[in-house]
């Protein structure tokens, strides 16, 4: 065997290779097997209501650092409103396939259905410790809850903090907080302030106690959706209000999180994303943030409604300070989750998310997804492909009236990100193509008669987790979700 010497080019091409396998912080590497991954999931947070995507009033100097070390994903989307939201991030489906068309009620008998596969169970089977850490909303039923959908632990109230019930024999409305499937205490309103306190705690606990393996954190915050109740030391400290104390604080719970990571020299195995579940309550006036300059907010699919501000930092293997356009959201997660875990996604049951890792290791700037799908309930409201999104249906905005008659809506959202111009009449064969997208989706998943839709899970004696106190006759009745 003969050895050919090394030329000089070639000496000094193994020498880099060397010096950048050694120093990995300097050129993003291919991903390391079973990174930790953690989700952090705000509610109710609008597109302009922290730092990098353009707040001021508030200060977000975590969220600031984690996009300049990270990147920043401009056309990232949710859903309108809280239980579908998190139902497409844990499933990667877009509610209507799974049957989960909006928001559930203490005590409701629907849920995630258990035979739906979450982000936790397809991890979990790959080796990694789980926790949900906050507001689950899929379901309060016994079935529905953390616990039974892939998560080792929980520690939260499950569904959002404006539907607290008085118990029974007392007036003072309460909100339960679990730990696993357990009511440990309930909460009157005065004590949320202290919920991102002691989320927080939880959440570092859990990644000291599972630094040695592989895990998933899946952190969704009760902040910053109202009633708002931020911590002691954050009240009167921003500049907008008791809202923007609130998103402070729920940044400084960011920095604790990435503080945890630096210190345990967790930072090059964990991919952190941060996310909101909708956009901002408008109708809330200065409890709710702001989406601007995106049209509409929470409830809507314009896309204030929908599009939420995202940043996903993994150093060494996420370029810093980098933004891409590319459309994405979360329904994209689990899909992605998995492939970095080791895992290979069965083809069925059929999903609607694509693996982001090229677009997060900047691989690509494209997005894996031909288009994204708005829909409402369980109707489809509108379908974006690269810049063009037409809207097939009027898009009510909570508090203003539907402007628009059913005909089709064209807008380019790379020229006009606040939807204003209406360009159909100029684009027919761009409003063909799209229509063709849409009608293909509709017939599957959406509409009266789809025909791959998965049943939601239902429990025939449904209770809330604690004894109601009784309503009193003049009291309004919660309303009952509509069904499809
Ligand atoms: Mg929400």
Redesign the pocket.
């Known amino acids: 065997m003969t050895h050919t010497p090394l030329t000089p080019f070639a000496m000094k091409r193994l020498l880099l290779s060397v010096l950048l396998g050694l120093l990995p912080g300097l050129a993003p590497a291919a991903a390391p097997a079973k990174p930790n991954i953690v989700v952090i999931f705000i ?2 947070l609008g597109y302009a209501d922290i730092g990098p995507f353009g707040a001021t009033k508030q200060k977000t100097p975590h969220l600031d650092r984690m996009a300049r070390e990270g990147l920043k994903l401009t056309s990232f989307y949710a859903a309108p ?2 239980s579908v ?1 998190r139902a497409q991030l844990l499933t990667g489906c877009y509610g209507p396939r799974i049957s989960v068309p909006g928001v559930y009620f203490p005590g409701q008998a629907e849920g995630l259905n258990p035979s739906e596969h979450t982000i936790a169970e397809r991890l979990r089977e790959q080796g990694y410790a789980t926790a949900c850490i906050g507001k689950w909303h899929l379901g309060d039923q016994a079935p529905f809850l953390p616990t039974k959908q892939g998560f080792d632990r929980y520690f939260g109230i499950p569904y959002s903090n404006d539907m607290a019930q008085p118990a029974r024999g007392t007036t003072e409305p309460v909100s339960p907080l679990l730990r696993d499937d357990q009511v440990a205490e309930l909460l009157t309103n005065p004590q949320q302030s202290r919920l991102v306190e002691r989320y927080t705690a939880e959440a570092t606990r859990f990644i000291r106690d599972n630094k040695d393996q592989p895990f998933f954190l899946y952190f969704p915050h009760s902040a910053v ?1 109202t009633p708002i109740w931020p911590g002691e030391a954050f009240r009167g400290k921003s500049a907008n209000g008791r809202f923007g104390d609130w998103v402070e604080e729920m940044d400084w719970s960011v920095g604790q999180v990435l503080n945890t990571l630096r210190d345990l020299q967790l930072d090059e195995k964990t991919l952190v994303l941060f996310t909101s ?2 956009g901002p309550w408008l109708v809330k006036g200065t409890d709710g943030g702001s989406a601007l300059p995106l049209r509409g907010g ?1 409830g809507s699919t314009w896309e204030g409604g929908v599009r939420v501000p995202t940043l996903a930092r993994w150093p060494g293997h996420i370029k810093p300070n980098t933004t891409s356009d590319a459309v994405a959201g979360t329904i994209d997660l689990l899909p992605t989750a998995l492939a970095l875990a080791g895992g290979t996604l069965p083809a069925d049951p059929p999903l609607d998310g694509r693996d982001l890792t090229p677009l997060l290791l900047g691989q690509t700037n494209q997005s894996p997804r031909e288009a994204h799908f708005y829909f409402s309930g369980y109707t489809l409201q509108a379908v974006r492909r690269g810049p063009w999104k037409l809207a097939i249906t009027p898009q009510p905005e909570k508090g203003v009236p539907a402007p628009h008659p059913a005909q089709p809506r064209l807008y380019n959202l790379d020229q006009d990100i606040g939807e204003q111009s209406d360009l159909a009449a100029q684009h027919p064969d761009l409003v063909a193509q799209l229509q063709t997208l849409a009608q293909t989706m509709n017939a599957t998943i959406g509409g009266p008669q789809p025909t791959s839709r998965r049943p939601p899970g239902l429990v025939a004696q449904p209770h809330p987790l604690y004894p109601f106190a009784e309503a009193k006759a003049d009291q309004p009745v919660k309303p009952t979700p509509s069904k499809p």
């Open positions: 509610d109710d409103v809280c939201s959706h579940d909708n929470k």
